[in-house]
């Protein structure tokens, strides 16, 4: 097993070494030619294609490629490359046809969000490991229904036991909203623990007006908002990573599309070498 | 639901026997000779009688002269008794042309292709229409694939010139142990001359050793003639001893067993115990502070290894099979010539085998033979820990074989009986992105089932997912009642036949680590199947398979992008702790 470091090392030479090649390439061709644009459009293109390649290997997981990790240390890789590629395709300049800025922008955002990506990829799973239960995405839901009629089985059963109504009202009011509803989008975009703390400051408030038998209640209460609360966590990071990959990949085919065409287009107005 | 009617009636473990109808005939003649002669019959129940046992359980084989009868390396599930001619153990690695094993074939590309195209879209489909006469069959497949692929080994005499060996006689056993400890075979056993020999399969065996005293100690004294020298060999200081002394040695090794055979029936309980009241119910081998009285060398199973600390205990490592205990005690005895007491408790994790050699006759025939220099370097070399004289890293608990792994780490393996994995799969929490192209692949090489659950036990952000580990002791096996689980016989992995699977859920149970998962079954059109008597829905038993037959191996660890997925032996803590610190 090689270790994370050496493999970041390797590879990064190995991108470094394979991109002063293609500038030297380019720059030559520019020296004899005139013009490289066509060597850089097609290297470009090829790039694009294999990047995109990834989404097919992981459809096919039955075929034997090479393992998915290799893909995708050599898809950063690559697509970081893109970048210097790019801008030796377009001389530096920013582009001015529709189709060509078409481009630019798909290319741009898929390449932004591929880096955003890699950075919530690496930092998300600690975040998520740190809290105290792992949970499945899919079973989220059915979680939450469950913590839910705890918590209002111990609050009834309180009620019954206690006589008293105080936690129970604090429960209808306060907390059955939280344990029912799910979390707003804005907590989606932006995880945070301010709910978490506000009922958990109000519980403790409470506790001065409880019953003894309601102050066990109280307790089971902590723990449930708690649980909640990271459950939430959970769904709101899960979904992100989820949907950022979801929107990486929306990008790619339509940049596709679009790069095939515009290399078409090229090659027509180039005096149909085609 | 045209396939409702198939699975008539639930077979049994009796319903088909072990090979050709043993005749009562055959069953007299067995039991006129050793060691049947001396079973006790009216020791078995009237469900399992002696004769029966016999009967079912039991094989009788004709072998030609070189033909192989057992292989090393091989897992077999049964033991052997020479009826007529003689057996001929060899007991140093035989070159591999000769032992003929099969090359494993797995599918090209477009095989590949075809399967992930057919996977139906519900779970659960069985194409296969399952006739009454494959669903039951006998477990034992070492035998006749080893005759159907006829391995001979043609010039004996030269092949052996190189190898010791040891011939056994009409009366003699063996094998016994690999059958029951449900671990590899270690030596290869040849025809030598025309052969016939009884095979007993390991179901059978288990209920005679456990009726009876006269087969056990029959086996032992075998395994003392035959194979223990071997044994004794591989252990540190040994190797080298002169013949004589090693004669000693051999003499006066004791056998001991420790723990339960089954001891899945407890895991749940024990696991579900406060640690320390855990940790007091594993079995006692040796005490730490008691004195010292030789080596303990483990013959199959896990022992942990722990000392004192606060007010309970902390484990140290864990022992497998061949690696011993109380060598740094019992040379530092011999050094400073006072009772030197145990440094560590050893305890037994499940079923543990152990040989104790006294430590009069290390002193006297090994500690002897060899200067103080040399003692002092073996006492550092295979220090688990440290005694008061020797340690090869001061303020450092182990020596040198074991890899530190951080102790609570350790303590959850061991707790847990996850030691017990040979392919465990563990999940790295801090990497994984929760994106289930495990879960999907293994579904895709799996006619759309996934085969394990991504989510289990967790110590930090290590995870031990729910997948089968293929484990060491596969406990699973023990009642299964046709055999549909078992080992490959080459590999090792722990496999279902879906075809003589008759849902009885008896691995599921047993599994301690909840690894197999009972499913409903459906037929090729997607309906779910019914037994026909029950007119309950027909369930299978299924689990991972190591992907056996894909060409990239296991496809969960090769389908996550993250390396946050492997499989692994966790009977290794080198492997453990080099995964960790990537
Ligand atoms: C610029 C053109 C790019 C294209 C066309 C592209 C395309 C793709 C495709 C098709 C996938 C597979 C998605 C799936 O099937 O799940 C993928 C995954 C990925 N890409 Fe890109 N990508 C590009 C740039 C980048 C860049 C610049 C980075 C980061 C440096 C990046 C990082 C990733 C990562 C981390 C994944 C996989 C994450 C996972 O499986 O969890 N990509 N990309
Ligand atoms: S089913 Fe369970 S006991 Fe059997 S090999 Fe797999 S993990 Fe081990
Ligand atoms: S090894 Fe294969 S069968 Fe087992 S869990 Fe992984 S993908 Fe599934
Ligand atoms: S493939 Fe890897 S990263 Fe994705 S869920 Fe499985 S273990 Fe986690």
């Not at chain 2, 639901?1 to 077979?11: D, H, L, S």
């Not at chain 2, 025809?191 to 209920?207: K, M, P, T």
């Not at chain 2, 008896?506 to 301690?512: G, I, L």
Request: neutral net charge; hydrophobic residues 40%; charged residues 25%.
């Amino acid at each position: 097993m090689k270790s994370f470091v050496s493999r970041r090392l390797y590879s990064a030479t190995l991108m470094v070494v394979v991109l002063a090649l293609l500038v030297y390439w380019t720059l030559q061709q520019k020296w004899t030619l005139g013009h490289s644009s066509f060597g850089t459009g097609y290297v470009l293109l090829a790039t694009l294609f294999f990047l995109a390649l990834y989404n097919i290997r992981k459809k096919l997981p039955v075929l034997p490629w090479a393992s998915s990790s290799d893909w995708l240390q050599a898809h950063v890789y690559v697509a970081l490359g893109t970048a210097v590629l790019f801008g030796l395709h377009v001389d530096w300049r920013l582009p001015t046809g529709f189709l060509e800025s078409t481009i630019a922008v798909l290319y741009g955002a898929t390449f932004v969000s591929g880096i955003v990506g890699l950075i919530w990829t690496r930092t998300i799973p600690a975040k998520l490991a740190r809290v105290s239960e792992e949970v499945i995405y899919e079973r989220i839901p059915m979680l939450r229904s469950q913590l839910c009629e705890r918590a209002q089985e111990a609050v009834l059963e309180a009620v019954r036991s206690s006589g008293a109504t105080t936690l129970g009202e604090f429960y209808s009011e306060r907390l059955h909203p939280y344990f029912e509803s799910s979390r707003r989008i804005g907590y989606f975009v932006r995880p945070n623990s301010r709910l978490r703390r506000r009922l958990l400051a109000e519980l403790t408030e409470m506790n001065r007006y409880l019953s003894p038998d309601e102050r066990e209640t109280c307790e089971i209460l902590f723990a449930l908002v708690r649980r909640r609360d990271d459950l939430d966590f959970h769904a709101a990071m899960q979904w992100r990573l989820k949907m950022w990959l979801f929107l990486h990949l929306g990008l790619t085919y339509p940049l596709l599309a679009v790069a095939s065409v515009h290399g078409l287009v090229a090659h027509l107005f180039d005096g149909g070498v085609l | 639901m045209p396939q409702m009617e198939v699975i008539a009636n639930r077979p049994r473990r009796w319903d088909v026997p072990f090979g050709d109808a043993m005749r009562e005939e055959d069953v007299d003649k067995l039991l006129q000779i050793e060691p049947f002669r001396s079973i006790d019959a009216e020791r078995f129940p009237a469900t399992l009688p002696l004769r029966g046992i016999l009967k079912n359980d039991a094989r009788v084989n004709y072998y030609p002269d070189g033909a192989i009868i057992v292989r090393e390396n091989d897992y077999g599930s049964s033991a052997f008794l020479v009826l007529q001619g003689r057996a001929r153990v060899v007991l140093a690695g035989l070159p591999e042309e000769v032992l003929g094993r099969p090359a494993q074939t797995k599918p090209g590309f477009l095989k590949s292709m075809l399967r992930q195209w057919r996977n139906p879209s519900l779970p659960e489909v069985r194409n296969q229409v399952a006739f009454e006469s494959d669903l039951v069959s006998n477990d034992s497949h070492e035998v006749d694939e080893l005759a159907e692929t006829r391995v001979f080994v043609q010039d004996v005499p030269r092949l052996l010139e190189n190898s010791r060996s040891v011939v056994l006689h009409a009366g003699e056993f063996f094998g016994e142990l690999a059958a029951l400890t449900r671990s590899p075979r270690t030596a290869t056993v040849l025809a030598d001359g025309e052969a016939v020999l009884l095979e007993l399969r390991w179901q059978g065996l288990r209920d005679l050793m456990r009726r009876t005293d006269a087969l056990r100690q029959h086996i032992e004294r075998l395994y003392r003639d035959n194979s223990l020298r071997v044994h004794l060999r591989e252990t540190p200081l040994l190797a080298q001893l002169p013949t004589e002394h090693l004669e000693a040695v051999a003499a006066a090794v004791r056998f001991e067993t420790h723990g339960d055979f089954q001891w899945q029936d407890t895991y749940e309980p024990y696991t579900s115990k406060p640690a320390a009241d855990a940790f007091a119910s594993e079995p006692l081998i040796v005490e730490e502070g008691s004195p010292c009285e030789g080596l303990v060398l483990i013959r199959s199973g896990f022992a942990r290894l722990s000392h004192h600390f606060g007010n309970g205990h902390r484990t140290i490592a864990y022992l497998g099979k061949g690696q011993v205990f109380g060598l740094g005690e019992s040379i530092e005895q011999v050094a400073v010539e006072e009772p030197v007491r145990a440094k560590a408790s050893l305890r037994a994790l499940g079923h543990v085998d152990v040989l104790r050699i006294p430590q009069e006759v290390m002193r006297d025939h090994v500690y002897c033979n060899l200067p103080e220099h040399l003692l002092a370097e073996a006492a550092k070399k295979h220090a688990l820990y440290c005694t008061k004289h020797f340690c090869s890293q001061p303020g450092k608990t182990l020596g040198g074989e074991q890899t530190q792994v951080e102790t609570p780490l350790l303590e959850f393996l061991v707790e847990r009986r996850f030691i017990n994995g040979a392919q465990a799969m563990l999940v790295d929490l801090d990497r994984c992105t929760r994106c289930d192209d495990c879960v999907r692949a293994c579904a895709a090489t799996h006619n759309n089932n996934p085969r394990f659950i991504r989510h289990g036990p967790r110590h930090g952000s290590t995870m031990v997912a729910h997948a089968c580990m293929h484990c060491v002791d596969p406990v699973c096996m023990i009642g299964c009642p046709t055999g549909a689980i078992g080992r490959d016989m080459a590999t090792g992995v722990v496999e279902i036949n879906d075809l003589t699977c008759i849902g009885c859920s008896t691995c599921a149970e047993s599994c301690p680590y909840g690894n197999v998962r009972m499913v409903e079954a459906r037929d090729a059109g997607g309906a779910i199947m019914f037994d026909e008597v029950t007119q309950q829905p027909i369930h299978k038993a299924t689990k991972c398979d190591l992907c056996v037959d894909q060409p990239m191996g296991p496809a969960c660890q090769h389908a996550c992008p993250h390396d946050a997925l492997v499989r692994m032996d966790l009977g290794n803590l080198g492997e453990l702790s080099h995964w960790m610190s990537r």
